[in-house]
Each structure stands twice: as structure tokens, then as C-alpha cells.
């Protein structure tokens, strides 16, 4: 018997050895999935707003002349009043679907476009505008939020998760943006020109 009990110490003494290995090593694996989880959430966040790739939406649109807000050259589908709008309702629409429950679709197309050219008032430019940069902040908040689960289907949807609206956004955004730039160049109303 004394032979068993000196295997059984040994065994138990190569178990204890491998749990202090795995002890020792499990902080450092979590570290790096904590640092890459956040390396992911910064790249999303920037990319939402990115500026390395292609002019930024407020360069684009801020100072977009007044008279010009309706204009549609031969052949461009879109003013710059619908593209702006177009681009507010889809992404309101995609910050609203991550984070409502009650969340309620949006007929397609019609809903995701203005009824007229033109923006009803100076206001409405204005508020659309606000509302724009106001629902990307809090799209990009929700990315940079640690208790976000970036992978975990939204529960009240179809498998889609929050990362994948995110970037989503991002390239929808950077596709209607590439437009207005477009817009405004052949409206002859881009400074650089
Ligand atoms: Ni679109």
C-alpha cells in the first residue's frame, strides 16, 4: 500500500503543480482578451466617425450653401436635403433597433426618405443635422461601453448583433457621404474647387 499512496501523492502533487500553471496563466489570457475587446470597441468608435479613409461628414455638410439644399443636377437622384434626412432616419432606425425592445420597423423605402427635395424650413436642416451627430455619439457610446456585448444577438432581433450594426452604420454612412461630397462638386459648391 505504501506504493499506491506515494503514486496518489504524486499525482496529487502534478495536479496542484498544473492548477498553479493554469492559475498563473488565466490572468494573463484575460488580459488580452480585455485588451483586444477594447482595441475592437476603439476601432468601431472611430470608425463611425472616420476620418483617415475619406473627408468627415461634418467637412462635407455644415456649411452646405443655404440656396443649394435642394438642388439636384442632371442626372443625381438626391438632393442634399434627402441624402442628409436619408442618412438620419437609417441611422436612428439602426441605433434604435440595438437598443429598443418595443422597436417598431420602418416601411422601406418610403420611410427612410423625405417626402419633398427641399427641408421644410431652415430648422428642420438645422434639427436634422443635431439629431445626426446626436444619435452617432450615442451609437458610438453604446460600442465604447464595456457592459455592451458586442456579439451577443440583440433579443429582439434576428441574430443580428450590435457589433454588426455598427458597422452597419459605418458603411452606410461612408457610402451616402461619398454622394453628398460628390452632390456638392457638381453643384460647384465644393471650397476646394
Ligand atoms: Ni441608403
Same mark, same amino acid.
Given at each position: 500500500?505504501?506504493?499506491?499512496?506515494?503514486?496518489?501523492?504524486?499525482r496529487k502533487k502534478?495536479?496542484?503543480?498544473?492548477?498553479?500553471?493554469?492559475?498563473a496563466r488565466r490572468?494573463?489570457?484575460?488580459?488580452?482578451?480585455?485588451?483586444?475587446?477594447?482595441?475592437?470597441?476603439?476601432?468601431?468608435?472611430?470608425?463611425?466617425?472616420?476620418?483617415?479613409?475619406?473627408?468627415?461628414?461634418?467637412?462635407?455638410?455644415?456649411?452646405?450653401?443655404?440656396?443649394?439644399?435642394? *438642388?439636384?443636377?442632371?442626372? @443625381? !437622384?438626391?438632393?442634399?436635403? %434627402?441624402?442628409?434626412?436619408? +442618412? /438620419?432616419? #437609417?441611422?436612428?432606425?439602426?441605433?434604435?433597433?440595438?437598443?429598443?425592445?418595443?422597436?417598431?420597423?420602418?416601411?422601406?423605402?418610403?420611410?427612410?426618405?423625405?417626402?419633398?427635395?427641399?427641408?421644410?424650413?431652415?430648422?428642420?436642416?438645422?434639427?436634422?443635422?443635431?439629431?445626426?451627430?446626436?444619435?452617432?455619439?450615442?451609437?458610438?457610446?453604446?460600442?465604447?461601453?464595456? *457592459?455592451?456585448?458586442?456579439? @451577443? !444577438?440583440?433579443?429582439?432581433? %434576428?441574430?443580428?448583433?450590435? +457589433? /454588426?450594426? #455598427?458597422?452597419?452604420?459605418?458603411?452606410?454612412?461612408?457610402?451616402?457621404?461619398?454622394?453628398?461630397?460628390?452632390?456638392?462638386?457638381?453643384?460647384?459648391?465644393?471650397?476646394?474647387?
Open positions: 500500500m505504501p506504493k499506491k499512496r506515494g503514486q496518489r501523492a504524486v502534478k495536479r496542484r503543480a498544473k492548477k498553479v500553471r493554469q492559475s490572468p494573463r489570457k484575460q488580459r488580452a482578451v480585455t485588451k483586444n475587446d477594447q482595441a475592437l470597441r476603439q476601432h468601431v468608435v472611430k470608425l463611425l466617425d472616420w476620418r483617415d479613409a475619406h473627408i468627415g461628414f461634418d467637412q462635407v455638410i455644415a456649411d452646405w450653401p443655404a440656396e443649394l439644399r435642394a *438642388a439636384k443636377p442632371a442626372g @443625381a !437622384p438626391h438632393s442634399a436635403w %434627402q441624402l442628409l434626412e436619408h +442618412l /438620419r432616419i #437609417a441611422q436612428w432606425d439602426i441605433l434604435d433597433f440595438c437598443r429598443n425592445p418595443k422597436y417598431k420597423e420602418l416601411d422601406f423605402p418610403a420611410g427612410y426618405w423625405p417626402a419633398g427635395d427641399a427641408p421644410p424650413t431652415d430648422d428642420a436642416w438645422k434639427e436634422s443635422l443635431r439629431a445626426f451627430r446626436a444619435d452617432l455619439a450615442a451609437l458610438q457610446k453604446l460600442v465604447a461601453n464595456p *457592459a455592451t456585448d458586442l456579439f @451577443a !444577438p440583440i433579443p429582439h432581433g %434576428q441574430g443580428q448583433t450590435i +457589433l /454588426r450594426e #455598427a458597422l452597419l452604420v459605418a458603411d452606410h454612412n461612408a457610402y451616402h457621404l461619398g454622394q453628398l461630397l460628390l452632390l456638392r462638386r457638381l453643384l460647384g459648391a465644393w471650397p476646394a474647387d
